[in-house]
């Protein structure tokens, strides 16, 4: 395993935009593992499975066939030979994401393919359950986390800004789902690494975020 550093927290704290300029900084592919799930439940979507249907998920994950590639940097994710990348992006591909992800064979399914994009290559990998389940000798942890209200708004303005029609209220409740969902699941729940360092973006910009993780690179070496 080469050089990697694996970003945890919740929906909306901010993983994928720092990760992303981490990664440009530092020269190593930026892994988005939240987009290999999403691929994984609009699959079941589409073959009308519902996310409480547990038995049909487990049975039905294993005809997708879930592939990562790289174009200019930006990660495109292959569902059974299709690039998904513009439609795993939605709420309802969210929520299923996060019911799908649930269930361990989907889990055991997908964490061959995080595993083996790490082995090639220097990562800077979000999601999480990186720095607990898929890379626990990461060389850098970060649990990146926000409050609940703060990263609600982030979505609505970031929603505004593409002239989506939306309500914030609505959004808040989403992202306090989506946290107890991922929160307490039985199978590797979100939580804090013993050896990740806790950054709290509530209060800091982009770039202040970006500078301490290089920090704690710099520390970690
Ligand atoms: O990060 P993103 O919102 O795209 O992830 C969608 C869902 O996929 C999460 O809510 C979570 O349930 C699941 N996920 C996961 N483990 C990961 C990444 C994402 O369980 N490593």
Do not use: H
Request: charged share 30%; proline share 2%; glycine share 6%.
């Amino acid at each position: 395993m080469g050089y990697s550093i694996a970003i945890d927290g919740p929906a909306g704290a901010g993983k994928s935009t720092i990760a992303k300029k981490v990664a440009a900084k530092k020269g190593c592919c930026y892994v988005d593992t939240g987009a290999i799930y999403r691929a994984m439940a609009y699959f079941l979507l589409e073959n009308g499975v519902k996310g409480e249907e547990t038995d049909r998920i487990a049975k039905k994950c294993q005809e997708a066939n879930i592939r990562v590639a790289y174009e200019a940097g930006e990660q495109q994710v292959f569902l059974n030979g299709e690039n998904v990348n513009s439609k795993i992006r939605t709420e309802e591909v969210g929520q299923m994401a996060s019911k799908s992800a649930a269930v361990p064979q989907v889990r055991s399914w997908l964490i061959d393919l995080q595993r083996d994009l790490a082995v090639t290559q220097d990562v800077i990998m979000d999601g999480r359950d990186i720095g607990t389940c898929v890379l626990p000798q990461a060389t850098v942890k970060i649990y990146l986390t926000a409050s609940a209200d703060v990263r609600a708004k982030r979505r609505y303005d970031e929603y505004c800004a593409k002239g989506m029609d939306c309500d914030y209220e609505e959004i808040l409740n989403t992202v306090k789902k989506r946290d107890m969902q991922d929160m307490t699941r039985a199978i590797a729940p979100l939580k804090q690494a013993d050896d990740a360092v806790l950054l709290d973006t509530s209060d800091l910009s982009i770039e202040e975020v970006v500078d301490r993780i290089l920090e704690i690179c710099a520390e970690k070496g």
